[in-house]
């Protein structure tokens, strides 16, 4: 299924490029060379379709090399962002204890060391960023069709949980082959340049690179931080056709373009990772031409979930994906419909939805309900057409430029400060970024900490799209009748930004 389409893609596209990253083309025919000889080392490490192998690596011809000989190899890739701390990139490799961690030479040592630190046996395979001359063995993939199984482990994609807790979220071949098959349909051309200017280990990242290969279209990337003017000249140079990127991209294109850029060549835009405003879609379109097609998905759908299809879905998410059951549920009254024209939580259920979440022992933990069914904590309404229009979440998850921070993780980290005695994160809107996570701090017996200091230590611990933009001091926190923190206080007093307090700090 989804393992035999990828690895047919390669030898059907041959001479095609398939990768652009800034520093060399990369063909079909050379990412199956590079692959192959990777897989080739991987392969005896294999012992169970449990099994898999971890991939830090930035964009580039390498992570695609990587991602495919995990595949090769018969085992499911984990795929780990690389802006991650070390402290978290720790915390994952403990939750999934991959047999090999696939990294670039500049990180090899350290993983190294991090994995025996950690009593992690783990062989650590050197990547380099472009293909070794010698051509490895062609055609390798024999047991991978013997072994592919529609409902097995094919990759395990991180999410944060409600608890703090890293989420490692199983998705079979099944699963993946649904959603980038329906992708690749109906969003690609052969002749399409797509550029991904997001992490790949992203999920959205992920199902818009692997898309691109499954049509035999060329991929463009960056192993750099998004930067939006070289970005502009990008999209121009190599006339790019189609671009899937978070709202705060697009953002920063229109910011960046200073109204003079004209795409001649781009013919579709998509957006996902969070709910993009009206504005922007009114902008963007404005601007380029093209208009702006926003969807909504989730790690634990290994993708899309909602997608653009009629105009009478322009202002929404679109319509649910080919197999996908969608119901819009009263989320004071669980189970029960949401009344007509009012908002509900989405529940979805089908072969798409993850079948748990992973744990160290390799057991898998359902995060649907007995009959199936996923509560993505996310409000919606749904109209005569069938659109559904996200308006707002249940859950307390903040998504900031198509990135989701579980507040709990911050709590934790902020907690481990000696001069804290308790903190609370909430969302606060950002013209940029959608939302940012602002902190609440109760100071501890020592004083009261710099704001600034309790950043830094952030950003020791945190990526740093989980660090707070800024910094609330109280006495206590505000907690419910049942002695809960109350997030919806907290929202109504520090979810605004207060111009007079100077003990904000911002980054």
Same mark, same amino acid.
């Given at each position: 299924?989804?393992r035999?389409?990828?690895?047919d893609?390669?030898? %059907?596209?041959?001479?095609?490029?398939a990768?652009?990253?800034?520093?060399a *083309?990369?063909?079909?025919?050379?990412?199956?060379?590079w692959?192959s000889?990777l897989?080739a080392?991987l392969?005896?490490?294999?012992?169970?379709?449990?099994d898999?192998?971890?991939?830090?690596l /930035?964009?580039?011809?390498?992570?695609?090399?990587a991602?495919?000989?995990?595949?090769?190899a018969?085992?499911a890739?984990?795929p780990?962002n690389?802006?991650l701390?070390e402290h978290?990139?720790a915390?994952?490799l403990e939750?999934v204890r991959?047999? %090999?961690?696939l990294?670039?030479p500049?990180q090899a040592?350290?993983?190294?060391?991090?994995?025996?630190?950690?009593?992690?046996?783990?062989h650590v395979?050197?990547? /380099?960023?472009e293909?070794?001359?010698? =051509?490895?063995? =062609?055609?390798?993939?024999?047991?991978?069709?013997?072994?592919?199984e529609?409902?097995?482990?094919?990759?395990?994609?991180?999410?944060?949980?409600?608890?703090?807790?890293?989420?490692?979220?199983v998705q079979?071949g099944?699963a993946l082959h649904?959603?980038?098959?329906?992708?690749?349909?109906?969003?690609?051309?052969?002749?399409?340049?797509v550029?991904v200017?997001?992490?790949?280990?992203? *999920?959205y990242?992920?199902?818009?690179a692997?898309?691109?290969l499954? *049509?035999?279209?060329?991929?463009?990337?960056?192993? =750099?931080a998004?930067?939006?003017?070289?970005? #502009?000249e990008?999209? *121009?140079? =190599?006339? $790019?056709?189609?671009?899937?990127?978070?709202?705060?991209?697009?953002?920063g294109? #229109?910011?960046?373009s200073?109204?003079?850029?004209?795409p001649?060549?781009?013919?579709r835009?998509?957006?996902?990772?969070?709910q993009?405003p009206?504005?922007?879609?009114e902008?963007?379109h404005r601007?380029t031409?093209?208009?702006? #097609?926003?969807?909504w998905?989730?790690?634990?759908?290994?993708? /899309?979930?909602?997608?653009?299809?009629?105009?009478?879905?322009r202002d929404?998410?679109?319509?649910?994906?080919?197999?996908?059951e969608?119901?819009?549920v009263?989320?004071r009254a669980?189970?029960r419909p949401?009344?007509?024209?009012?908002?509900?939580?989405?529940?979805?259920?089908?072969?798409?939805v993850?079948?748990g979440r992973?744990?160290?022992?390799?057991?898998?933990?359902p995060?649907?309900?007995d009959?199936g069914?996923?509560r993505?904590?996310d409000?919606?309404l749904?109209?005569?057409?069938?659109c559904?229009?996200?308006?707002?979440?249940?859950?307390?998850?903040?998504m900031?430029?198509?990135y989701?921070?579980?507040?709990?993780? $911050?709590?934790?980290?902020?907690?481990?400060?000696p001069?804290?005695?308790d903190?609370?994160?909430?969302a606060?809107?950002?013209?940029?970024?959608?939302?940012v996570p602002?902190? $609440? $701090?109760?100071?501890?017996?020592?004083?009261r900490p710099?704001?600034?200091e309790?950043?830094?230590?952030?950003r020791?611990l945190?990526a740093r799209?989980?660090?707070p933009?800024s910094v609330d001091?109280?006495?206590?926190?505000?907690?419910?009748?049942t002695?809960?923190l109350?997030?919806a206080?907290?929202?109504?007093?520090y979810?605004?930004p207060?111009?007079?307090?100077?003990?904000?700090a911002?980054v």
């Amino acid at each position: 299924m989804f393992r035999d389409a990828l690895i047919d893609a390669l030898s %059907a596209n041959d001479a095609g490029i398939a990768v652009l990253d800034g520093t060399a *083309a990369h063909s079909y025919a050379e990412l199956d060379d590079w692959s192959s000889s990777l897989a080739a080392t991987l392969r005896p490490l294999a012992d169970t379709p449990e099994d898999c192998a971890a991939v830090l690596l /930035p964009n580039g011809g390498s992570w695609i090399a990587a991602y495919l000989a995990v595949h090769k190899a018969g085992m499911a890739v984990a795929p780990v962002n690389a802006v991650l701390t070390e402290h978290e990139i720790a915390r994952v490799l403990e939750h999934v204890r991959p047999r %090999a961690v696939l990294t670039g030479p500049e990180q090899a040592d350290g993983v190294e060391e991090l994995c025996t630190g950690r009593g992690l046996r783990v062989h650590v395979i050197t990547v /380099p960023p472009e293909r070794p001359v010698a =051509r490895g063995p =062609r055609g390798a993939a024999g047991d991978v069709r013997q072994r592919s199984e529609a409902d097995a482990p094919c990759m395990v994609m991180h999410t944060s949980g409600s608890t703090g807790a890293c989420r490692p979220l199983v998705q079979t071949g099944r699963a993946l082959h649904l959603a980038t098959g329906f992708w690749h349909r109906r969003h690609r051309a052969p002749d399409d340049v797509v550029a991904v200017p997001i992490p790949l280990a992203h *999920a959205y990242g992920h199902l818009a690179a692997v898309s691109t290969l499954l *049509a035999g279209a060329t991929l463009l990337v960056s192993s =750099r931080a998004f930067e939006p003017t070289r970005w #502009l000249e990008e999209l *121009a140079a =190599r006339d $790019v056709t189609v671009v899937e990127a978070v709202p705060t991209v697009y953002r920063g294109l #229109l910011e960046a373009s200073d109204g003079r850029w004209r795409p001649a060549a781009l013919r579709r835009c998509l957006s996902a990772g969070q709910q993009t405003p009206a504005g922007l879609r009114e902008d963007w379109h404005r601007r380029t031409g093209v208009e702006l #097609l926003q969807s909504w998905g989730m790690t634990e759908l290994g993708g /899309p979930g909602l997608s653009p299809t009629t105009d009478s879905c322009r202002d929404s998410a679109g319509v649910p994906v080919p197999g996908l059951e969608v119901r819009v549920v009263d989320h004071r009254a669980s189970g029960r419909p949401a009344p007509a024209g009012t908002a509900g939580e989405l529940w979805v259920r089908g072969a798409q939805v993850t079948p748990g979440r992973r744990t160290g022992s390799r057991q898998v933990i359902p995060v649907t309900d007995d009959d199936g069914w996923l509560r993505t904590g996310d409000l919606v309404l749904r109209d005569e057409h069938g659109c559904v229009r996200v308006v707002g979440r249940s859950k307390d998850t903040i998504m900031t430029g198509g990135y989701s921070v579980e507040p709990a993780e $911050v709590e934790d980290v902020l907690r481990t400060h000696p001069r804290v005695e308790d903190a609370a994160v909430i969302a606060r809107a950002d013209h940029r970024r959608g939302e940012v996570p602002h902190a $609440v $701090v109760v100071p501890g017996p020592g004083g009261r900490p710099d704001a600034e200091e309790l950043l830094v230590h952030c950003r020791r611990l945190l990526a740093r799209y989980k660090v707070p933009r800024s910094v609330d001091f109280a006495e206590r926190l505000p907690l419910s009748a049942t002695g809960k923190l109350d997030r919806a206080a907290l929202r109504e007093r520090y979810g605004v930004p207060e111009q007079e307090d100077m003990s904000h700090a911002a980054v």
